[in-house]
């Protein structure tokens, strides 16, 4: 869908701001109310949704055109969706998706910035989102004894995803999960230097058709590894398959879980047990990718229609994603299980979650505003009293670190992987 | 029209370049708000010629003072929810977005108020407050309204207004930058000695500062302001439910709180049953506003339609007049006699407390909308893109009310049957001042979608009937449309109708001519010195 195909959103906005914070309803603490970094950090209404539904209305009435400032305000977004939770629990508009949209047209007018179409240079060469060489994919895993799935069968694949694959500070997580895995029994797989990436980052940059080629070459390796289940460790990859490819209508039609899931699933059936005590208070981080951008995709196709005079209503009727159908839960159970361990929550939880800073290509273009968004949260975490902050996806995990190397802070920063295996 | 290079350069140099712009792509976001449609034909209003995010008193009042150097008007604003905040008279008007000033500065438990910065929502008031047994009186556009633009600024009038105040009674001093420059302090805090009384010692310019409607951003900017708070009976924290935000709200009425939903045969008995209610003294929120049938405004509208669908179509032809009673109190005894003085007048005037409307869900529901104002929002936007008042009635007699309702209702209807507007539930927002010791304020609302071409003719079609001098709401005032899409120079409110009035523009335009002398703070949703 084209940017125009928002025109009736774009009108629709109201400007009530309401995308600017976490929704009412969910405030606790009036000290972390803010929901968008991106408007918190820069503070001109045009940095907030409802400031880009107006941006791209002046822009389709040909009043204002691309500049240097139109692109700071389209890639200096997390692509999170906070907003979109805020925005939808008063209306019916679509604020991520127009967001999507205005990349994607900018891609496609040429309208890049350098920093991203060094990373996807890098991913057209080398099948990465680091620039890394190809080759040197499958390092992280090995001496762990695992099935490749270029040569043997698995009913499972080990996604790792690019973060994983190159990130060395990274490896002992993601080896970790493996590991867990192949102790419980499961019959796993990965493909080592043939496993690429998912193409979802490339997405979020604006980069629509990389998302289709990656979607392409994942049915692929499905089709020819047999494989019944993807299991990723990453929250991003995870998304990536499991919403964006069923968007685009190439679900790759099986399976597709976070590790989390899996985990859960492991220990629910006694496969993992979790039992020596891990003495921390911990607080959990909802990465976006696993919490409210991983509401399964709603297909719909309809029309808006009118009752009883002006009611603006939907035929056949619409599912809005409004956030709730994430993976909240089941990352809270597993760390509720382990034992010796103290569990507080945050106050911007679950759909209302603030990002790590590490999503929309911001880590890679605005190092700095991706640090502060971090930073925020990791204040966060200290007001609860937490000694640790849990995440389940790498990206989170790198955020938090590189935040912590800045402000001297000594909190943990752990992958709920590390605490599942430090409990077994 | 853009500001000359050297204008701009000597705003910049006050807040410097990171909190200036004057990028059409920014500048395009602060002149787009519902209700421009309606108003300016399109969904832009005016282009500012820059934006400033000043960051305190002393930066306002420099931004301000070069405005009178150059020329410049100015329009300040707090979170810009209206076209009061955005519509300018002028392309070389600069806006003064004062997200930067957020701070509660403090909460004077004892003496019961607070004093807060422009950026300050009601709702972050409120929650702070609340942790110290206070509350701060709600206003019906949202939590998010802020408090110094509500309660110094516009209009302000919420559903706690019978025991909160009405707002704008509210204000205990004010810091304010006036037009000119010059900073002034209001009451009690102008002779250093706190901030608990608006009319001294020091001077007490309150009614100045605001009139009714508020000057709109016309009379300079307000920096800090001093408010009552009022005695808060729940928790600290309400425990909520609910994952879909839309849907989320408390799991219960709070203890020394009860909520109920009456649904009276007719208006006038409503309106004779709340002034009784006001009378009596005993509750804590008693006002009307549109619940819609079965009080589900639902996650989406679909959602909201299949609901209204199944239920009984009795619920949905005759509504009924619904008023909505939170009673609060300190002890069980004063809760008691409360409940037994309520229902006594609720049975006088045949007020049915139906059971759809009135279990647990619903009431809860409606505690958290009269308490915080969630969801007001969401019904008035979501359901058609935006709503209209007919003009509004306040701090007036409850048979003047009755009278202006009826002819309200009788303009509306034909519209309301063609289709072009539309209402869920009860039209009507009444609420009491102060147990209509001051009045109340009524409005007679409707939903209508500007960008529908039938709705919007029949929209304009109707408002042209209410601002008729010579129509059917001559005998009821000056048309007040809540103050708040008023726009001078397109609607010429002040100019029309104050010859009807005892020429009242006079004595408003010489108090804008005199705090205003090089007429720098922007009128268009106030008055100029001289109409043009
Ligand atoms: C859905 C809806 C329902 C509403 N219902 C009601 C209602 O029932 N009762 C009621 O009273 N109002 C109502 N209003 C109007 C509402 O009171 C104002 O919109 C409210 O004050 C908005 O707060 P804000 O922070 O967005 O103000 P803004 O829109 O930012 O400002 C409102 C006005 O005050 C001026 N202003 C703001 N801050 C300052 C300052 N510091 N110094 C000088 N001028 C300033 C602005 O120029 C503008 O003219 C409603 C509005 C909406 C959108
Ligand atoms: S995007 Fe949604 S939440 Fe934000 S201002 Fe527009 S309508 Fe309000
Ligand atoms: S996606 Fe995140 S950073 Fe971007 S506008 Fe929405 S809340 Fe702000």
């Known amino acids: ?424 | 029209m853009s500001l000359a290079e050297h204008e701009y350069r000597a705003l910049e140099e006050v807040v410097g370049a990171e909190y200036i712009t004057r990028d059409p792509v920014i500048l395009d976001t602060y002149n787009q708000v519902w209700g421009n449609k309606l108003v300016f034909g399109e969904k832009f209003s005016p282009r500012p010629a820059a934006v400033l995010l000043p960051g305190s008193t002393e930066e306002a009042q420099a931004i301000v003072k070069t405005c009178n150097r150059y020329g410049i008007p100015f329009k300040p604003f707090s979170s810009g929810f209206e076209i009061t905040a955005l519509g300018i008279v002028s392309e070389r008007t600069i806006m003064l977005d004062l997200k930067r000033m957020d701070r509660i500065l403090e909460i004077d438990v004892k003496n019961m108020h607070a004093v807060v910065e422009p950026y300050v929502s009601v709702h972050k008031l409120q929650l702070e407050a609340a942790k110290y047994g206070l509350y701060y009186g709600v206003v019906a556009a949202g939590p998010s309204a802020g408090v110094i633009a509500s309660a110094c600024c516009h209009a302000g009038s919420g559903q706690t207004n019978c025991s909160a105040g009405a707002i704008e009674r509210n204000v205990l001093g004010v810091e304010w930058v006036l037009p000119t420059g010059d900073v002034i302090k209001l009451g009690s805090a102008a002779s250093g000695d706190g901030w608990f009384s608006a009319e001294g010692p020091g001077i007490g310019l309150r009614g100045v500062l605001r009139g009714h409607c508020g000057a709109n951003g016309g009379h300079g900017i307000v920096t800090k302001a001093s408010v009552k708070l009022y005695p808060w009976y729940g928790p600290a924290e309400l425990e909520r439910a609910g994952e879909i935000p839309a849907l989320r709200a408390a799991t219960e009425v709070p203890y020394n709180f009860r909520t109920f939903i009456v649904t009276f045969p007719i208006q006038d008995n409503a309106f004779d049953a709340m002034v009784e209610i006001g009378k009596a003294e005993i509750a804590y929120s008693c006002y009307q506003i549109p619940v819609p049938p079965g009080g589900y405004l639902g996650e989406g509208n679909d959602e909201m339609w299949a609901f209204m669908q199944q239920l009984d179509p009795k619920m949905m032809e005759s509504p009924g007049a619904m008023v909505v009673v939170v009673l609060g109190a300190n002890s069980d005894r004063e809760m008691e006699y409360r409940e037994k003085y309520f229902h006594m007048i609720r049975e006088k005037y045949g007020g049915l407390l139906i059971p759809e409307m009135n279990n647990p869900a619903v009431q809860a529901g409606l505690f958290d909308a009269s308490m915080f104002s969630y969801g007001s929002v969401r019904h008035v936007f979501r359901l058609t893109t935006d709503f209209f008042i007919n003009p509004c009635g306040d701090a007036t007699t409850t048979d003047f009310l009755k009278n202006l309702h009826k002819v309200a209702r009788e303009t509306m209807e034909p519209y309301w049957e063609n289709g072009s507007i539309l209402q869920v539930g009860s039209a009507i927002f009444h609420s009491m001042y102060e147990n209509y010791s001051v009045g109340a304020h009524h409005e007679d609302m409707y939903l209508y979608d500007p960008f529908d071409a039938e709705s919007l003719e029949g929209t304009n079609e109707l408002i042209g009937k209410t601002m008729d001098t010579n129509g059917k709401f001559r005998r009821f005032g000056v048309p007040c449309l809540g103050a708040g899409l008023q726009f001078e120079p397109v609607h010429h409110t002040h100019q029309n109708w104050s010859p009807l009035y005892d020429n009242y523009d006079v004595w408003l335009r010489k108090i804008k001519a005199a705090l205003d002398p090089n007429n720098v703070g922007d009128w268009g949703c106030y008055v100029p010195p001289v109409f043009p």
């Open chain 1, 1 to 424: 869908m084209a940017i125009e195909a928002y025109k009736h959103d774009m009108l629709r906005c109201t400007r009530c701001s309401y995308c600017k914070w976490i929704p009412w309803e969910n405030f606790r603490n009036t000290d972390f109310i803010k929901g968008c970094p991106s408007v918190s950090r820069y503070h001109w209404h045009a940095y907030s949704a409802g400031g880009k539904f107006n941006m791209a209305l002046s822009f389709l009435e040909g009043r204002i055109g691309y500049s240097d400032s139109f692109l700071d305000v389209v890639y200096k977004c997390h692509m999170d969706g906070s907003c979109d939770v805020s925005c939808k629990s008063v209306q019916d508009i679509e604020p991520l998706q127009l967001m999507q949209e205005l990349r994607i047209k900018c891609v496609e007018d040429g309208q890049v910035i350098p920093a991203h179409a060094a990373v996807i240079d890098g991913l057209r060469k080398e099948d990465n989102m680091l620039g890394k060489p190809r080759s040197e994919r499958g390092k992280w895993a090995e001496g762990l004894a695992v099935k490749d799935l270029t040569r043997e069968k698995a009913k499972v694949l080990y996604h790792a995803g690019c973060q994983y694959s190159y990130d060395e500070e990274l490896w002992p997580v993601v080896r970790d999960g493996l590991t867990l895995l192949k102790d419980a029994g499961v019959d796993v797989g990965i493909m080592g230097h043939a496993e690429m990436c998912c193409g979802g980052r490339a997405y979020e940059l604006g980069y629509k058709d990389d998302l289709d080629k990656y979607a392409a070459r994942h049915a692929n390796i499905v089709k020819a590894s047999g494989v019944e289940t993807i299991v990723t460790p990453c929250a991003h990859c995870y998304q990536t398959m499991k919403v964006n490819y069923d968007k685009i209508g190439k679900k790759l039609g099986v399976e597709i879980l976070h590790i989390t899931e899996y985990l859960d699933r492991l220990i629910k059936e006694g496969r993992i047990k979790l039992n020596k005590k891990v003495p921390l208070k911990v607080t959990y981080h909802d990465p976006c990718h696993l919490g409210r951008l991983a509401e399964p995709w709603v297909h719909w196709d309809g029309k808006e229609t009118k009752v009883l005079g002006q009611m603006i209503v939907h035929d056949p009727p619409k599912k809005f994603r409004r956030g709730a159908g994430g993976v909240y839960d089941i990352p809270r159970d597993i760390i509720r299980n382990i034992p010796g361990l103290s569990f507080v929550e945050m106050y911007r939880i679950r759909a209302c979650g603030w990002c790590c800073g590490g999503g929309g290509g911001v880590k890679e273009a605005y190092p700095d505003f991706a640090i502060w968004t971090a930073r925020e949260r990791i204040r966060e975490a200290r007001a609860v009293g937490a000694d640790a902050i849990v995440s389940a996806c790498p990206s989170c995990k790198q955020m938090f670190q590189e935040a912590i190397k800045e402000t001297g802070d000594d909190v943990k920063v752990l992958d709920i992987i590390e605490l599942v295996q430090q409990s077994v």
